[in-house]
């Protein structure tokens, strides 16, 4: 069975600070990866994936990620973190059974 | 902007009350699927549908039952709910095939009982 576990629960930080929220998995298979995003108020949405390729992939607002095989990771960061990335960050895995795992979520809270 | 839309948005009932939350996408995505969410917590699969007439169980065992008559519309129904119910309850749907798909998610249904 494939797993999700996302290291930071919470994170606070001020503006312009860079980013790093953790993320492995455990699948032993070919593995599609997400990264989505729940802004307050807002419905999750797709913030960056790796299918195949390039590891480091890129997203939307300035995001990109890494997926690291040999770590079981894809950690996402961002260099310097603005007030409206103010959100809940949400990690998942595709792997065998073509749906989606996610994990519990990192909540980001950017000052200004 | 999604076109994934739940209903409603908040509800509040009393133990024993049957419901049905309601979830309609208008992408013509074959596979829909519900999620519980609480605080803090994974989302977590109850229910998907790869297409009408298919329907199966996720992950996380649960009391609801769903059903898949029409490709846009797939409801969540809670024959007698109790207050171990109270959460958030996502549908999302994705269309299969797609080499990039992704998940298109509702706004969720905040399910309190009393």
């Known amino acids: 069975a494939q797993s999700v576990s996302q290291h930071n629960h919470h994170v606070i930080l001020s503006e312009a600070a860079s980013l790093e929220l953790g993320c492995n998995y455990s699948?032993?298979?070919?593995?599609?990866l997400f990264w989505y995003v729940q802004y307050p108020g807002q419905h999750l949405q797709l913030l960056l994936k790796?299918?195949?390729?390039?590891?480091l992939v890129k997203g939307i607002k300035g995001f990109e990620a890494e997926f690291i095989k040999s770590k079981f990771s894809f950690n996402l960061r961002k260099p310097s973190v603005q007030w409206s990335d103010t959100a809940e960050y949400f990690c998942?895995?595709?792997?065998?059974?073509?749906?989606?795992?996610f994990g519990r979520g990192t909540s980001l809270i950017v000052h200004p | 902007e999604a076109d994934i839309y739940q209903t409603p948005r908040y509800l509040v009932i009393g133990t024993g009350k049957k419901i049905t939350l309601e979830c309609s996408q208008t992408?013509?995505?074959?596979?829909m699927y519900w999620y519980q969410q609480d605080p803090g917590m994974e989302l977590h699969l109850i229910h998907y549908?790869?297409?009408?007439?298919?329907?199966e169980k996720g992950d996380l065992s649960s009391e609801s039952t769903v059903s898949r008559i029409r490709t846009e519309h797939f409801p969540l129904t809670l024959e007698s709910a109790r207050p171990s119910h109270t959460s958030q309850y996502l549908c999302?749907?994705?269309?299969?095939?797609?080499?990039?798909?992704?998940?298109?998610f509702g706004s969720g249904t905040q399910l309190s009982v009393l």
């Open positions: 999302a749907s994705s269309m299969t095939g797609v080499t990039n798909e992704k998940l298109f």
């Open positions: 699948y032993g298979g070919t593995v599609n």
């Open positions: 790796y299918f195949s390729g390039d590891p």
């Open positions: 998942a895995v595709r792997g065998g059974s073509y749906i989606p795992t």
């Open positions: 992408m013509g995505h074959d596979k």
């Open positions: 549908s790869y297409g009408v007439n298919s329907t």
